[in-house]
């Protein structure tokens, strides 16, 4: 053993048994083990006891660290005075990210192979796991045959309401198999934290795409009618935890490396969840999905320069349907929401004047190119919409808070801005006043087509599914404009008298509306629209119940009486889990 500890031995105070003349072959034991170089630069210190330090000398300064080179980690960390301990202080953390762990190649080439190793193998179990329990359910359904119906169920029924996936991208993976990620993965050096740090863009391709199909079928299996599909309500939970258990495995480097499918995956779990009444839950991940819009600065259309354009568009598309939702979150579920402010809408589509990817396959049935035009006509309308709803209701509200000042600001006001509010809400009524012919009467479509049954079929359902959505949206934003308005006593400034009767009246005429439409409207087309169609509809007899209990006219109650039985029956065979709950009085309102 040398006389002459290595500085590296030095400084830890161990003892070093390397060799002062050739370092660079005979390095000491723990020098071989951490992969530092051994160095014997240090001048040796002389002996004997030690020289008092001078009263007047100045104490040396703390080394920063900023100023702590990439071989002193270990000295730093040692002697480090910062409050936070050691473990939790960030600039720890930064450093331990940057740095890695100090050991040899080999021995890190086999500890990232191993912690690939064991993701692959939780990959493994996901998988295999959620193909058990999708055969336990139905034997003859296998596991792709499964996800081969509900794809086409989304792009048959519910894509012209949720046109944010590429057909080619979603057909392409229907045979599920469980991703295997590479060896070369670098993994963080955090034992809590099963993630990698970094993959190849195959990798995080593969286990995306793997969890955007389990995502978009546990979304369509929950709309699966029980009549049609009796296995639907028990698919979906499966396909949701496969979904949910995948995304946690990468969902650190999801967030900092976000596309357009990291909104679509937690869009469709979000509806999953909605549609099974975990209201909360479904909150929760629609807003990680707003705040992760946010981080990608979709307002702003640099953001998408540079892009696949097929990339660019599902992302415009992602975002556009943030802010239908948020707008549905804010106004009937009283969320406040930054989304729907006007820096978020303004983004400029870049699909505008130009020929743009289209995100439907051609269908070997043989549906005719201009078939994705068509349904986002219905789409363009439905977010009109609701930015023109919510516009006058951010209008009314701006209006409502000046009388909190006490003052006679808000008569003033009222008084100057009389019609202030008749152009947008006149604007807001006209807007499905010239509808397309496949828009106004659905049933027309059969009639036209020469291309055969099975194509008619599935155009006519696709655009049963768009009308519903539409008319039962603007009835039901009707309704909610007129009470906000008939709560504050500003009913005259949408053209309504201000007297219990006439506005009670008024909302017996539009749940009339309501109830002619639905009760004409093909079951199976509201069952696909799902909860948020079954809250609309709740929202209508809730109204009519305020009407029975509170107006005194005898000829308007008796007629509120008849609707709200109508409503209730039609209520009854979509067999919400979310009315259930809110009639066995289980769910609270937090509005």
Avoid at 421 to 450: E, I, Q, R, T, W
Avoid at 493 to 498: D, T
Wanted: with cysteine; glycine share 4%; charged share 20%.
């Amino acid at each position: 053993m040398s006389s002459r500890a290595c500085d590296a031995c030095r400084t830890r105070k161990v003892r070093c048994d390397g060799v002062p003349s050739s370092p660079e072959y005979n390095p000491c034991f723990h020098c071989r083990t951490s992969g530092t170089a051994c160095r014997y630069e240090q001048a040796p210190k002389k002996r004997g006891p030690k020289s008092k330090r001078s009263v007047t000398s100045p104490r040396p300064r703390r080394t920063t660290p900023s100023s702590v080179g990439a071989n002193d980690e270990a000295s730093f960390l040692s002697k480090s005075t910062s409050p936070l301990p050691v473990t939790t202080s960030p600039v720890f953390e930064r450093q331990m990210v940057a740095w890695g762990p100090r050991v040899s190649n080999r021995a890190s080439e086999s500890i990232v192979s191993s912690r690939a190793a064991d993701l692959n193998a939780k990959i493994e179990d996901i998988h295999q796991d959620l193909l058990n329990a999708v055969e336990a359910v139905d034997s003859h359904w296998s596991l792709d045959e499964t996800v081969r119906r509900c794809v086409n169920v989304f792009m048959e029924a519910i894509f012209g309401t949720r046109p944010i996936v590429s057909e080619a991208r979603i057909r392409a993976n229907c045979c599920l198999k469980p991703p295997r990620l590479s060896d070369s993965l670098s993994v963080l050096g955090f034992s809590t934290q099963s993630i990698t740090s970094s993959a190849t863009p195959h990798d995080l391709e593969e286990i995306r795409s793997y969890t955007l199909v389990t995502a978009l079928c546990a979304a369509t299996a929950y709309l699966l009618s029980t009549k049609d599909d009796p296995n639907g309500a028990a698919v979906g939970p499966i396909f949701l935890h496969a979904s949910r258990e995948m995304l946690h495995l990468y969902e650190h480097l999801d967030v900092e490396c976000p596309d357009s499918s990291s909104l679509v995956i937690r869009m469709f779990q979000a509806g999953a969840l909605h549609t099974n009444s975990k209201l909360r839950l479904s909150w929760h991940l629609f807003g990680a999905a707003l705040r992760l819009g946010e981080q990608m600065q979709l307002q702003d259309p640099r953001s998408l320069q540079r892009l696949d354009p097929l990339e660019a568009r599902l992302r415009v598309m992602a975002f556009r349907i943030l802010r239908i939702s948020a707008r549905y979150h804010r106004i009937l579920e009283y969320h406040p929401l930054s989304v729907c402010d006007p820096p978020w809408s303004s983004l400029t589509y870049p699909d505008d004047g130009v020929e743009t990817p289209l995100m439907m396959s051609p269908s070997p049935l043989g549906t005719r190119p201009e078939y994705e035009s068509q349904l986002l006509v219905a789409f363009n309308l439905y977010e009109k919409m609701w930015i023109a709803a919510s516009d006058i209701l951010t209008d009314l509200d701006c209006l409502v808070r000046l009388d909190r000042s006490g003052t006679s600001v808000v008569s003033t006001l009222i008084e100057s801005h009389q019609n202030h509010f008749l152009n947008p809400y006149s604007a807001f009524l006209g807007l499905l006043d010239d509808l397309p012919l496949f828009l106004h009467s659905p049933d027309s479509v059969k009639d036209a087509m020469d291309s055969g049954a099975t194509v008619s079929e599935i155009q006519w359902r696709q655009f049963w599914v768009q009308r519903v959505n539409l008319i039962v949206s603007y009835n039901c934003l009707r309704m909610l404009i007129l009470n906000r308005f008939a709560q504050y006593g500003l009913t005259t400034m949408i053209g309504v008298q201000n007297t219990d009767t006439m506005i009670a009246l008024r909302k017996t005429e539009i749940a009339h509306d309501m109830n002619v439409f639905v009760k004409d409207a093909p079951i199976d087309s509201l069952l696909v629209n799902g909860e948020a169609c079954v809250a609309k509809i709740r929202y209508m007899g809730a109204t009519l119940l305020e009407v029975i209990h509170q107006v005194q006219a005898p000829q308007v109650v008796k007629r509120a009486h008849s609707l709200f039985s109508s409503l209730l029956d039609i209520l009854t065979k979509l067999d919400s889990r979310a009315s259930d709950e809110l009639i066995s009085g289980n769910y609270n309102a937090t509005s």
